[in-house]
């Protein structure tokens, strides 16, 4: 797992790229912002650095990302040091990413008062 700059990763917004995920447009959570400047982020994002542009792309995680961007302009204009996101890096095609995308998030069940 590496720590990567929020401000480094590139969060996909071209509707026509593999990565491409319209809850990227979701509004901002205040209470996920509260959450991640008081613990950071729990759980790694999954990036995949795109031979073509070399930029360092999500492929899960977009929303932490967001946030702790937010987060972090709080907490800098606060005077306060700004949160590192945890990340695995992967390795493969836009393709294969995409996959993976779809994989991550359709494993994921929502949270129920009985857990």
């Known amino acids: 797992v590496l720590a990567f700059e929020p401000e480094k990763l590139h ?8 990565l491409y995920d319209e809850r990227i447009h979701l509004p901002i959570s205040e209470a ?18 795109d031979p073509e542009t070399g930029l ?7 929303q ?5 961007l937010e987060a972090n302009k709080r907490l800098s204009k606060a005077g306060k040091e700004p ?3 945890p990340g ?4 493969g095609s836009a393709i ?8 991550a998030n359709e494993i994921r069940q929502a949270d129920t008062p009985l857990g």
């Open 83 to 85: 949160l590192l996101v």
């Open 88 to 91: 695995v890096p992967k390795r």
């Open 56 to 62: 360092s792309c999500v492929v899960d995680g977009r």
């Open 64 to 68: 932490r990302v967001r946030h702790t």
């Open 96 to 103: 294969r990413m995409a996959q993976a995308m779809v994989s």
């Open 32 to 49: 996920m912002v509260l959450n991640i400047m008081d613990q950071g982020v729990l759980e790694p994002i999954i990036v995949w650095k």
């Open 11 to 18: 969060l996909v917004t071209d509707k026509t790229h593999p």
